[in-house]
T-cell receptor, first 114, second 114 residues
Framework: GDSVTQMEGPVTLSEEAFLTINCTYTATGYPSLFWYVQYPGEGLQLLLKATKADDKGSNKGFEATYRKETTSFHLEKGSVQVSDSAVYFCALSPSYNQGGKLIFGQGTELSVKP | GAGVSQSPRYKVAKRGQDVALRCDPISGHVSLFWYQQALGQGPEFLTYFQNEAQLDKSGLPSDRFFAERPEGSVSTLKIQRTQQEDSAVYLC????????????FGDGTRLSIL
């Protein structure tokens, strides 16, 4: 079945460092891809999305490109801030499921130190 | 505007008891989803409604789990004869329609079974 695999955390970075969180997926057809973020004490929030191959999603300085050839959707940010500390979830919505249910990775915790 | 509201925020029950978890979606959102999130894991899909119709219940782990949305707005997830492995955070999400519309998540109900 469809699945998402993320790099294990926790990831600890210093402020202004470059961030990459790897995400790969297994799916039939052309799923939509998402990154959700969960800040401490808060609910899941959509960070960015991409709905077709080669699309780039971006928001708040974060970017991810839908790579069909490598089945990847890696999250990047050029310069992280302490306020970016959170748990990040990669997710897909299967193309065969028009309802739009999400299949999540296990999450990657990011801790940014001043 | 108001987001997705879930109640209660915390629920403690003894093994064997029945519990009911409530979700108030964003007004006008057609689609409603329930997910189960175990500690340290990503959310796992349970069931999906489009208006009052339950179109996908493939993720419900057993026949002890039952969800309803009788008037196409508020939804209730009921767990009968609870067991310890039911302990988790239960998340509700809503969206305007199906994919690829983003899902808006509530803060969840943390269920602990003693």
């Amino acid at each position: 079945g469809d699945s998402v695999t993320q790099m294990e955390g926790p990831v600890t970075l210093s402020e202004e460092a470059f961030l990459t969180i790897n995400c790969t997926y297994t799916a039939t057809g052309y799923p939509s891809l998402f990154w959700y973020v969960q800040y401490p004490g808060e609910g899941l929030q959509l960070l960015l999305k991409a709905t077709k191959a080669d699309d780039k999603g971006s928001n708040k300085g974060f970017e991810a490109t839908y790579r069909k050839e490598t089945t990847s959707f890696h999250l990047e940010k050029g310069s992280v801030q302490v306020s970016d500390s959170a748990v990040y979830f990669c997710a897909l919505s299967p193309s065969y499921n028009q309802g739009g249910k999400l299949i999540f990775g296990q999450g990657t915790e990011l801790s940014v130190k001043p | 505007g108001a987001g997705v509201s879930q109640s209660p925020r915390y629920k403690v029950a003894k093994r064997g008891q029945d519990v009911a978890l409530r979700c108030d979606p964003i007004s006008g959102h057609v689609s409603l989803f329930w997910y189960q999130q175990a500690l340290g894991q990503g959310p796992e899909f349970l069931t999906y409604f489009q208006n009052e119709a339950q179109l996908d219940k493939s993720g419900l782990p057993s026949d002890r789990f039952f969800a309803e949305r009788p008037e196409g707005s508020v939804s209730t997830l009921k767990i009968q004869r609870t067991q310890q492995e039911d302990s988790a955070v239960y998340l509700c999400a809503s969206s305007l329609t199906g994919q690829p519309q983003p899902q808006h998540f509530g803060d969840g109900t943390r269920l602990s079974i003693l």
